[in-house]
Every structure is written in structure tokens, then in C-alpha cells.
């Protein structure tokens, strides 16, 4: 239908020095671009934060001790730290970057009196845009012409079905024409568009810290103060023991450098990072490190349903005819499928098809290796219906057509073989003569959700005989004594592995909700398909929400709740009251309307395939393959990285444990016990030998039980950990290492309160420094479960694990084995007598820690079935599955 407003001098577009002038005042059509930081500041950043503040300050500690070697070996740390983890971020920003759809460099505008290109950055209000299929609209305009055009604006309102705006309407900027032509007057560029104010709106939300962030800012606050006050403690002690003031700082930096876990630092960095490579293994890119380990603490989803839960691509799945009812298999624009139903019914489809594919002009194709819709989607679809159905469709020349309006709701085609027509059913059926069961057919097909479009043809001799002047010019006297062949169900299908995603995030405590701005009746029959609503579940609007955020919250925190029609202000808010409840929100979309929402969640998720540019910018991952599945995998992937983070914690703070009590137990016997581990030694400890293990441990694949019960998102650092470190395993390890100095020291004739030889010294220093190492690998194989014991976990679950305790043997050989750095670390081989004691620390460690897990095996109790999804002692994510 072509429709046109009152002819203007402006609808003859501008002048070329007009256009200039409006450039230089109003400047270019541009989406204003938040300057992202230089990446000087960008590596600042990774050398400044609160950590490697700590560790700076332990190195200009050991610098003014006379330590220089310390100095910059814990500057090094710091440095080689700073720059991975701003590498790794920096390359996922540039992924994203290549991911972005570029806005079309060229638009047809009306200047000087004719038509020309020009860049999409020089349109100026007052220009006259020239549209058509295919187009992206680069600016916010009002129609002048249209000519049965149809636009889809499912990036801006999350509506699926294009709409068809008519003369005098506005089309906005980031929308696309899918038919028709048109011409359109500009009247907001750049920073004046909707589709900038949305962007202004996802700029303004601000993230809130990640889980891992608070948690790991409250680790190294508690360490930096215990380290401080034990080191100060320390230097109070030397002082009254008699040794000078310079001796006691050295002494008080050496147990302050001991409580810190230098390790730490890189060791969360290079998990995190490994996880994120692994992520995007499996199609999902992640812009935030730190977002790996929000995924795992997810409590709730809100996910969009246009090309997320669904297919964004209109399927006809059933069809009803007087000759009866044909279910069609197949999905998306491909012509492969079959039609299930009668033989007579299916005729009836065939002739029916034949109809509605010659009333319609979008079609599917195939590009790029798959079949696209080229036009209009739901007449796409169509198309796809009569190739699934065998469908003979001759070319067939048109002799008039009606195109679609949005008063009649039905358009219609004039060919040789008769005038072909297709509809909203409430405009079509009044026109046709009754037929038995139609009314109660689309009853049925309207309460699955589906779209409804009935087809209907007047053939000859219901037609003129002078066609097509015969035929009247007004629509509405054409289409009369119509024939109805059937109604055509259609649908956004879900894609095919979302139920099981859905069913996966339920086993792991995660509520979902839909937020769309698709029709109710829409959102709920795909909720229900997909299986994240029951049929009680509720649906409401965006109109119906409470207006405060704690009302707000109690309607939407359940699961299985359905909102649609919502605005970008409604996800905002949405997110907002969920994230007040405590929730840590993960939010998906692909449109412009999501970016708001998706800056504000916690975890943001974008569509990487089919998603804006604003929606990705704002989001923490972008999914490559727009697979909703792809985000359980994601969300157990963090799960085990909470996990891993959790066992190298674990495995640090037992070797800090190891070095700080040869320091406590000379202080205690006033230091009539040397001090059995130096600081370059603890040094060499915490970067050399911890750093490989602790990797490894974070690379711990996810167990079969990752996804049972909901995240645990509590402190990194609880009493179970504590208990294990300080209780088990840090004991143990430190028992054998103090056994195995004294011990060589009495062998080589030490006596209480004596100053030992610096050969003896050397040789029960050597000693202890084995000892720690050798407790370290049994505490490294330990920390692979907090429940299961090292000898029930499968060995050849982590061979990274065992690579790392080989390079461990390797070090050691080389720490104590080469004269030089024996000599510069201070300790040298120890004697047979002390690798014999030395060696007992691994089944030391070891059997501590499976006394103690049994005992507490022994006192859980089962868990209470009316108690909360997690039981007391949650599944250990880290359990990797046995053969069979």
C-alpha cells in the first residue's frame, strides 16, 4: 500500500550547501563513543590495585632491610602479573572490537534535487533518505512515502514481528527496512537519536564490584593486616631478645614476607585467564576476567526470548485445512522437512502454500551457507512452507497487487490463476464463506501462542472477465467472496538445546525469568515450550510493574516468571531490585533496548552472532554462537573456578603456614632455636615451587556434580578453609619440616642454645626447605577435593597436576643441588638422615588430611529435606567422575 503525506518543499531534500552548513552546526551522525582508557592506564591499573600495592610495600620493605635480590624479585612478580592480566583483557577488548557490526558507510538522500550516496556520518536533519529492502536506517526519521514497507525493530523493543509504519510515522536509527521503499524526511542524527539515548542509558548504569573482587579485597586486607601486626610483633620480640634493631628488621620483614602469598597474585590472574580461554573454546568470549568467576556465582538469569530462547527465525509449524490438520516438521528458512497429516490434507497444504507464497514477496534463500530470510521473515517462512511441501510455484506474472496495511491487516495479489490473499484471521474469515471448524481451529492454535495468518484465494469465474481492469482499484471491493484454504501457525521456534539448558540452571539453584518486549501471549508459550515456566507461572507486564524497587523485587523473585512488553528503563530497574534481594543477576539480549540492563547485571551476556554493537559494549560475555546453552557451560566453567580459586587458596596459605613457624618457634624459645627457613628461601617457596602446583590446581576440570545445588557464594576464606590450612594441612607440614631441622642438627652435634656451624646451619636448612617442598606436593594433591581424599581421585584426572609436582622435583634439585643457588638461597643438600625424614612429609600430609575429612565425613549430618537446595557440605565441584 502506498501511502503519502502532504507534499512540502522540505520533501525535495537539501541543497548541498545547506547540508554543509547543518554538518558543521549539528557536526556528524555519529553515536557519541565513551573514549575507552589508553592502555598505558589500562596497565597502571593491574600495578596498582590494593594486592600489588601490598607487594610493592614487601618490596621496599626488603629493600631498606640491605635485600635487594628480595626487592626485585617481588617486584618482578608484580610487574610480569600487571602486564598478563592487562594482555589478556586487552586482547578480549580487541575480540570484541572485530565482533562489532559496522553502521552502513553509505545513504541514499535526495539533494540538489536528485539522488546521491553519502557517508552515513554526513546526514543531516532535513534530509530526504531514500529507503529500501535491506536497509539500515542511520538516522531518526519521519516518513514522507511508503510504499508497503515493513521494518523490524526488534534491536530497539525486542518485538519479533516487523512492523509497518505508514506515511507520517517515525523510523528510528538502527532499525532495518526488511520490505518495501520508502522516503524520509531526517530529523534527529547522532547524539539526538532514540538509539543514542538508549546507549546514554547503558552508559550510565555502573557495575557493581564482582564477587571474586570483594572477596579478594577482604583476603588481602586480613593478610596485609595479620602480615603487618606479626611482623611488628616480631621486631618487638628481636628487640627484647638481645639481637640489635637492623637484625630485627630484617627478621620482621623475613616473617612479613612469609605471611604474604606472593604467589597468589599471578596464580588468580593465570586461572582466571585459562578459564576465560577455555570459555571462549566453547564460543563464549569474555571481556572481564574477573566476570569468570561472577558466572559461577550466578543466582539468577534474566534472559531476553528473540534470538536467545528462540531461533529469531518464523517457522510455520502447523496448518489447518477443511480437509483436515498437517503438523510440519522443520525449523528456520531451510526446505527441508515433511508434513505429517492425511494425504488429502496435505494436498490442501500444497494449494495452499501455492497461495500465500503468490500473495508475498520475502523469500529464503540460501547465503553463506545457510537459508536466510530476504524480505519479510514471516512471508520467508511461507516460502519455506511450500518447498517443505512440494510446492510446484511457476513463475507467474502479477497483474495487481494489494499491498499489506495496517487498517485491512491483509494483503493480496491478482494473478492468471486467481486473486490470492493472506491475513490477520479476524480480517480475513468475515470475507470468506463459513467453513466448519475454522473458528475453533484458530482458538487452538492462538492459546499455543502461535501467529495466526489465514489464507484464503477467489478464482475464476469469481473474478472479472476483464482482468485487471476489471477488478476494482479499492481493496476492500476486490477482496470479497474469498475461498478460506487454511490457517498457517507460526512460530519463533525455541532453539533446540535450550530446555536442556533450562533444565541444567533448575539442578543448579538458578532461577530464571523472561524479559522481552514480545506480546504475552507470545513470551508464555515459548516460556512453557522451552520449559522455564509451568502453567501456573506468572505473566506480567512492563505497564503492571510496581513502581517501587522492593515491591518490585517480591513479584519477581520466583522462578519461572514471564515479563514482556518492557522497556530498557523496565530491565534497569529489574535488575536493580533483583541484585537489592541479594541475587547475583546475569542478564541477556541482543538489542540496543538490553544495553542498560546489561551494564547494570552482574554478569552481562550478549548475543555475538546477532547482537548490536551497544548490547556487546556493555556486555561481560559475548556469546559467539548466541547459544543459551552456551551460557550453563559458561556458568559451570565459573562454578569450577570458584572451586579452583578456593583449592590454591587453600595450598598457599599451607605453605605460609610452613614458614612462619620456624620464625614463631625461635621467638618462643627466645631464640635458642635457629630460625630454620630464610627469606630468599620462603621466596623461592612462594614464586619458584608454588606458583606450577597452584596453576594446576586451578585447572581443575569440573566435576559431574559442579552444577548440583545453588552457587556458593560465600567467602573465599570460611572456617573450613581455615580449618584445613591451620588445622590439618599447615600443621602437619610444619611438624615434619621443624622435626627433620632438629634432627640434623642433633645428628651433626648441635646443642640446645647454641650457635650451630654455617655448614650445619646450611645442610638442616637445605633440609627444612625439602621438607616444605615434598609437604607441598602431598598438599598440592590434597587440595584437588575438600571432602574426597587424594588416594579416591582419579591420577590421571589433572595431568597438569602431576606435570607440576615433576617440575617441583626438578626445582628442588636445582634450589638445592647447584652450589650457587644453594649458596644465595642459603640452605644447602641435606644429609641422608634428613632426606629419610624429609620424605615423611608426604604421607604425613596426606594421611592428615584424610583422618580429617573422614572424621568429618563421620559428623555431617544428613541434610534436612525441608532445608535450603544446598546441603551443609555442598558437592565438591572439584570430584572429577571415575571410569564408568
Not at 131 to 140: E, F, P, V, W
Not at 303 to 312: I, M, P, V
Not at 794 to 811: E, F, I, K, Q
Amino acid at each position: 500500500m502506498v501511502t503519502k503525506t502532504t507534499p512540502t518543499p522540505a520533501a525535495r531534500g537539501l541543497t548541498s550547501a545547506e547540508a554543509a552548513a547543518r554538518l558543521r552546526a549539528d557536526g556528524p551522525n555519529a553515536l557519541p563513543q565513551e573514549r575507552p582508557p589508553s592502555p598505558l592506564i589500562s596497565l597502571a591499573r593491574q600495578l596498582v590495585h590494593f594486592f600489588a600495592l601490598l607487594l610493592w610495600a614487601a618490596a621496599l620493605l626488603a629493600y631498606a632491610g640491605g635485600m635487594p635480590q628480595l626487592a626485585v624479585a617481588i617486584a618482578v612478580v608484580v610487574v610480569l602479573n600487571g602486564v598478563f592480566a592487562f594482555a589478556q583483557e586487552y586482547r578480549a577488548e580487541r575480540a570484541g572490537r572485530r565482533l562489532r557490526e559496522l553502521l552502513p558507510t553509505r545513504a541514499a538522500v535526495r539533494r540538489d534535487g536528485r539522488r546521491v550516496l553519502v557517508d552515513t556520518t554526513a546526514l543531516v536533519a532535513g534530509d530526504v533518505v531514500l529507503l529500501r529492502a535491506g536497509d539500515r536506517i542511520s538516522a531518526d526519521a519521519d516518513l514522507l512515502e511508503a510504499h508497503s514497507l515493513a521494518v523490524d525493530e526488534s534491536t530497539l523493543t525486542g518485538e519479533s514481528v516487523p512492523v509497518r509504519p505508514e506515511a507520517g510515522a517515525r523510523v528510528h536509527a538502527g532499525t532495518f527496512v526488511t520490505e518495501g521503499e520508502a522516503e524520509a524526511a531526517v530529523v534527529a542524527t547522532g547524539a539526538r537519536t532514540r538509539l543514542a539515548g538508549i546507549a546514554a542509558l547503558t552508559r550510565t548504569a555502573r557495575r557493581r564490584p564482582s564477587p571474586l573482587s570483594v572477596e579478594l579485597h577482604r583476603v588481602v586486607r586480613t593478610i596485609a593486616f595479620v602480615a603487618v601486626a606479626v611482623g611488628a610483633a616480631f621486631f618487638g620480640a628481636t628487640v627484647l631478645l638481645g639481637p640489635t634493631p637492623s637484625e630485627g628488621f630484617l627478621l620482621a620483614v623475613g616473617v612479613t614476607v612469609a605471611l604474604v602469598p606472593e604467589g597468589l597474585l599471578p596464580t588468580v590472574t593465570l586461572s582466571l585467564a585459562r578459564a576465560a580461554q577455555r570459555m571462549a573454546g566453547r564460543k563464549a568470549l569474555v571481556r572481564r576476567l574477573e566476570a569468570v568467576e561472577t558466572l559461577g556465582s550466578t543466582t539468577f538469569i534474566c534472559t531476553d526470548k528473540t534470538g536467545t530462547l528462540t531461533r529469531n527465525e518464523m517457522t510455520a509449524v502447523r496448518v489447518w485445512t477443511p480437509s483436515g490438520t498437517v503438523r510440519i516438521e522443520g525449523a528456520g528458512y531451510s526446505p527441508e522437512g515433511r508434513l505429517l497429516g492425511g494425504p488429502a490434507a496435505v494436498d490442501a497444504v500444497r494449494a495452499l502454500a501455492v497461495s500465500a507464497y503468490r500473495c508475498s514477496t520475502g523469500r529464503t534463500r540460501r547465503q553463506d551457507g545457510r537459508w536466510r530470510a530476504v524480505g519479510d521473515p514471516m512471508e520467508a517462512a511461507l516460502h519455506a512452507l511450500a518447498l517443505r511441501a512440494g510446492a510446484d510455484l511457476p513463475d507467474e506474472p502479477e497483474l495487481r497487487r494489494y499491498p499489506f496495511d495496517a487498517r485491512r491487516r491483509r494483503a493480496s495479489t491478482l494473478t492468471a490463476s486467481g486473486l490470492h490473499l493472506k491475513g490477520a484471521p479476524d480480517s480475513v474469515l468475515p470475507r470468506c464463506a463459513p467453513v466448519p471448524g475454522a473458528e475453533d481451529a484458530l482458538a487452538a492454535m492462538t492459546a499455543r501462542g502461535l501467529r495466526v495468518l489465514a489464507v484464503a484465494v477467489r478464482r475464476p469465474p469469481d473474478l472479472p472477465d476483464d482482468l485487471p481492469a476489471g477488478l476494482p482499484t479499492d481493496p476492500d471491493r476486490a477482496e470479497r467472496e474469498l475461498t478460506l484454504l487454511g490457517l498457517v501457525g507460526l512460530e519463533d521456534p525455541p532453539r533446540d538445546d535450550v530446555a536442556g539448558a533450562i533444565a541444567s540452571c533448575r539442578r543448579a539453584g538458578i532461577r530464571l525469568a523472561m524479559i522481552t518486549g514480545d506480546h504475552p501471549a507470545t513470551a508464555r508459550a515459548i516460556a512453557a515450550a522451552v520449559g522455564l515456566a509451568g502453567p501456573d507461572a506468572p505473566v506480567v507486564t512492563g505497564a503492571g510493574l510496581p513502581r517501587d524497587e522492593a515491591g518490585l523485587g517480591r513479584l519477581l523473585d520466583r522462578d519461572g516468571v514471564v515479563v514482556a512488553r518492557v522497556t530498557p528503563e523496565d530491565k534497569l530497574r529489574i535488575a536493580k531490585a533483583l541484585q537489592a534481594r541479594g541475587h547475583v543477576v546475569a542478564m541477556t539480549g541482543d538489542g540496543v533496548n538490553d544495553g542498560p540492563a546489561l551494564r547494570q547485571a552482574d554478569i552481562g551476556v550478549a548475543m555475538g552472532a546477532s547482537g548490536t554493537d551497544v548490547a556487546r559494549e556493555a556486555a561481560d560475555l559475548v556469546l559467539l554462537d548466541d547459544h543459551f546453552a552456551t551460557i550453563v557451560a559458561a556458568v559451570e566453567l565459573g562454578r569450577a573456578t570458584y572451586a579452583n580459586i578456593r583449592r590454591f587458596l587453600t595450598y598457599h596459605l599451607t605453605d605460609n603456614v610452613a614458614e612462619l613457624v620456624p620464625f614463631v618457634l625461635w621467638a618462643a624459645t627466645g631464640g635458642a632455636l635457629p630460625p630454620a627457613l630464610g627469606v630468599l628461601q620462603i621466596l623461592a617457596l612462594d614464586i619458584g615451587t608454588d606458583i606450577l602446583p597452584a596453576l594446576a590446581l586451578g585447572a581443575e576440570p569440573a566435576g559431574h556434580r559442579t552444577m548440583d545445588g545453588r552457587a556458593r557464594t560465600g567467602r573465599l576464606i570460611d572456617r573450613r578453609l581455615l580449618g584445613r590450612v591451620f588445622g590439618v594441612l599447615g600443621p602437619a607440614e610444619a611438624a615434619v619440616t621443624m622435626a627433620a631441622f632438629a634432627a640434623v642438627l642433633a645428628a651433626g652435634g648441635w646443642s640446645w642454645g647454641e650457635t650451630p656451624s654455617d655448614g650445619l646451619l646450611s645442610t638442616a636448612s637445605g633440609t627444612a626447605f625439602a621438607t616444605v617442598m615434598l609437604g607441598q606436593m602431598a598438599a598440592a594433591l590434597a587440595c584437588r577435593s575438600e571432602s574426597r581424599w587424594a588416594g579416591r581421585l582419579r591420577w590421571t584426572g589433572n595431568p597438569l597436576l602431576l606435570g607440576a609436582v615433576a617440575a617441583d622435583a626438578v626445582l628442588m634439585a636445582v634450589f638445592l643441588g647447584i652450589p650457587p643457588v644453594a649458596d644465595l638461597l642459603g640452605g644447602g643438600p641435606p644429609s641422608a638422615l634428613g632426606w629419610l625424614i624429609a620424605l615423611t612429609a608426604v604421607p604425613a600430609v596426606l594421611l592428615a588430611d584424610a583422618a580429617a575429612k573422614a572424621a568429618r565425613h563421620r559428623g555431617t549430618r544428613p541434610p534436612d529435606p525441608a532445608g535450603p537446595p544446598n546441603p551443609p557440605d555442598p558437592p565438591d565441584a572439584d570430584a572429577v567422575r571415575s571410569p564408568g
